[in-house]
């Protein structure tokens, strides 16, 4: 029967991003009591799971994009001899453990991925899409958060966003006091987890003299600037070309 497996011969050719996203999130981050519209404590629970992927998983991807419940991963080499099947199933799965683990969640999680084709000159543009679509969410969830409290469902306050431009939004909680364009930078313009090159300084007892060793650590960026800036260009090429 090896043979009705159809896709298992589909590989991927680096480099990629790999996009999970969380399945019904929005009722898990309701039913477990998380902030409207936003909450840090949630981001930082999503920037340490893709903190995990790179580090712990074994898969290696180079950097992680992160916004809401959405993690982009970056890979120049590919686990599993780049079998599709393999890496959208394991990335998804190690990241629902990762997320029960770091959490504490006694209820299970699920996550979905997909894998998208890059380049080295095609990765900032998709990174850019991303960034614009973090943008979107947040203007969304402000607002549709600021209707829920005035009175409205989830269900009316949706409805009554559909086609409303991002202007007009945008100026709807400036008259509630919000201004979108001076909330945490996190929440406009998303989280980068990345590893990053630091010197420490030791000591070598047998030379007797202090000695200096190149080591790598996580960080969490969050405070990226805009992708589409050549600020924004010359930071993705950096970490790209790592």
């Known amino acids: 029967m090896f043979q009705n497996e159809i896709f298992s011969g589909l590989s ?32 930082d629970l999503m920037a340490s799971v893709a903190s995990m992927l790179i580090s712990e998983s074994g898969l290696e991807p180079l950097f992680a994009y992160v916004f809401s419940d959405e993690i982009n991963l970056y890979f ?106 001076k909330t945490p930078s996190w929440q406009r313009r998303g989280v980068i987890v990345r590893h990053e090159q630091y010197i420490k300084t030791g000591y070598n007892p047998v030379e007797k003299k202090e000695v200096l060793t190149e080591r790598s650590k996580i960080t969490i960026d969050k405070n990226p600037p805009l992708f589409h800036t050549e600020e924004g260009k010359d930071y993705l090429f950096d970490i790209i070309r790592d």
């Open 76 to 181: 120049k080499n590919l686990p599993f001899g780049g079998r599709v099947e393999k890496i959208d199933s394991v990335c998804a799965s190690y990241a629902a453990g990762a997320f029960v683990a770091v959490s504490g969640f006694k209820s299970p999680v699920s996550f979905d991925s997909r894998i998208i084709f890059s380049n080295e000159s095609d990765a900032p543009v998709y990174l850019e899409w991303r960034q614009r679509e973090a943008w979107r969410n947040h203007i969304n969830a402000y607002c549709q958060h600021a209707l829920v409290i005035e009175g409205m469902t989830e269900r009316e306050a949706a409805d009554a966003l559909k086609g409303v431009k991002s202007a007009e939004m945008h100026e709807m909680m400036f008259e509630r006091g919000i201004n979108l364009s």
């Open 12 to 43: 991927a050719i680096p480099p990629i991003f790999v996009r999970i996203d969380g399945r019904a999130f929005h009722t898990l981050t309701k039913g477990a009591g998380f902030k409207k519209p936003f909450d840090e404590g949630f981001m």
